[in-house]
């Protein structure tokens, strides 16, 4: 068939032959026929199936109200030989965790350049390239944001190895927010 010469084809025979395209859709036929006579017959099958039930009657033996067989709790006091001495939780070092959780807030990147620099010159060991200097000057114009919070990361890890990651991360939460490059800028 083309689609100039379309022609419906007739309904197929059975609901065993298949539809083809521009087979008309098969619509069913519904007929309400005295729908008076249809709830009653509705009515009288849901009655016989409630019949096989028993009505819902009370309990037969009464609920009878019991003491609590447990007697109630009081606290007890340890003698002084067994109470546990108090000793101070240990202060945990900072990881390379609090140090990005503090670089990221408010959608920081890293420290201004200038601040970046004194941050650097924080860290011990340096030699070389090791660890890569801070992205100053025409570095720090070309250089994405993901790629400066890349390379503080690095800077905080070199910290963390050092020992000196807790006078690193007290240096940058006392950095005034404008002194930060945020996400954006």
Not at 133 to 141: A, F, H, I, R
């Amino acid at each position: 068939m083309t689609g100039g010469d379309r022609k419906a084809r007739p309904r197929p025979a059975s609901l065993g032959d298949p539809y083809l395209p521009g087979d008309p859709i098969p619509v069913p036929e519904a007929l309400e026929r005295d729908s008076d006579s249809m709830w009653a017959l509705w009515q009288r099958t849901h009655r016989a199936q409630e019949e096989r039930y028993a009505e819902t009657v009370p309990a037969s033996m009464p609920v009878v109200e019991r003491a609590d067989p447990y007697a109630p709790t009081a606290p007890v006091q340890l003698p002084s030989r067994m109470q546990p001495p108090i000793t101070p939780r240990p202060v945990k070092p900072p990881t390379i965790h609090d140090a990005m959780t503090e670089v990221r807030r408010n959608n920081r990147v890293c420290p201004s350049p200038a601040r970046w620099r004194q941050l650097y010159d924080m860290l011990p060991g340096r030699a070389g390239t090791r660890p890569t200097p801070p992205l100053l000057g025409p570095s720090w114009e070309a250089t994405p944001s993901l790629s400066k919070r890349m390379c503080l990361r690095e800077h905080l890890a070199w910290a963390e190895a050092m020992g000196t990651l807790p006078q690193v991360l007290a240096f940058l939460k006392e950095l005034p927010e404008q002194e930060w490059h945020h996400m954006g800028d």
